[in-house]
């Protein structure tokens, strides 16, 4: 009589599910402290919830006021309990009858601290996953890419940060080489090329028995110096006095150079002949 009811009113065929309710949460405040075994599928089948359909066999028994041991005799959809743990965990099956002793499987509903959920199913547990699997090792691949280093001289290399005592991470800087092998081989053969395309002007050394501009600068000196020295050393006289404009524009004239005199005298070298030197210069002059 009940399944013939049932069929009559048109209630033989679930509803489809018109959208994902995975993220949906629902709960009455004011209902959710007196929740138990007893009034648990009174407190899912609220017309506020969005899990419960109106449609279902529950509610045609609600309508006549009969016990949820009919729902064994009719067909389609209908809400059980399927497990308990009070005060705070209850699960709600939603189920397709099709017999007295066959049923579909359809959803489950968890109920914690008076918040009903929606179970997943075995496909968007598995999707789930594979998302967060793909997730992590993109962010595990792109923070492995920032450890990566590159140089001509090197290649590719890891460079890992450290952790120090304090717990803070610490990049260890490694000297880098100035250049490979292959670097300072390619340069010595362009050194090479280019020193055989312009080759360096060498200059060729001088004869020691040349005399330099130099050595005729510091001869012509020391005959200015020396010459009035000897000349007053053989006349006995009075030595003579040597213009000092004549000793400075010499010294000019050869680039700054000093005058022997001066050299001498620091050094402690006197500049009058010796004694032998200045009888054999008055014997050959003439009296």
């Known amino acids: 009589m009940m399944r013939g009811m049932g069929m009559?009113?048109?209630i033989g065929a679930p509803k489809p599910i018109s959208s994902n309710l995975l993220g949906t949460l629902w709960h009455n405040s004011v209902l959710a402290p007196q929740l138990s075994a007893l009034n648990v599928l009174d407190y899912f089948a609220n017309h506020t919830n969005p899990f419960y359909d109106r449609t279902c066999n529950n509610e045609i028994i609600k309508m006549q006021?009969?016990?949820?041991?009919?729902?064994?005799?009719?067909?389609?959809?209908?809400?059980?309990v399927l497990h308990t743990q009070e005060p705070i965990l209850y699960i709600i099956r939603k189920q397709n009858r099709t017999a007295p002793n066959q049923v579909t499987p359809l959803n489950d509903y968890y109920i914690i601290a008076g918040q009903v959920y929606q179970a997943p199913d075995l496909g968007s547990i598995i999707n789930s996953r594979v998302v967060n699997i793909i997730h992590h090792l993109e962010s595990a691949l792109d923070e492995t890419m920032t450890y990566s280093r590159f140089h001509p001289s090197r290649g590719y290399w890891w460079e890992f940060p450290s952790q120090d005592s304090s717990g803070k991470k610490t990049v260890?800087?490694?000297?880098?080489?100035?250049?490979s092998a292959?670097?300072?081989?390619?340069?010595?053969?362009?050194?090479?090329d280019w020193a055989q395309m312009f080759p360096p002007?060498?200059?060729?050394?001088?004869p020691p028995n040349v005399a330099t501009p130099m050595s005729e600068a510091s001869g012509k000196q020391e005959g200015v110096t020396n010459?009035?020295?000897?000349?007053?050393?053989?006349?006995?006289?009075?030595?003579?006095t040597v213009n000092d404009n004549s000793s400075t524009n010499a010294s000019a004239e050869l680039g700054g150079m000093r005058p022997v005199e001066d050299i001498k005298?620091?050094?402690?070298?006197?500049?009058?002949?010796?004694?032998?030197?200045?009888?054999?210069?008055?014997q050959t002059l003439p009296s």
């Open 8 to 10: 009559g009113m048109g």
């Open 65 to 80: 006021r009969l016990s949820l041991e009919h729902l064994s005799g009719m067909t389609g959809v209908e809400y059980v």
């Open 172 to 179: 260890q800087k490694k000297p880098e080489d100035g250049s």
């Open 182 to 192: 292959f670097q300072r081989m390619r340069v010595d053969k362009l050194l090479n």
């Open 201 to 206: 002007k060498i200059r060729p050394p001088i």
């Open 227 to 240: 010459g009035p020295q000897n000349l007053a050393a053989s006349s006995g006289g009075a030595k003579p």
């Open 265 to 282: 005298e620091e050094k402690g070298i006197r500049s009058h002949p010796p004694p032998e030197k200045k009888r054999r210069l008055d």
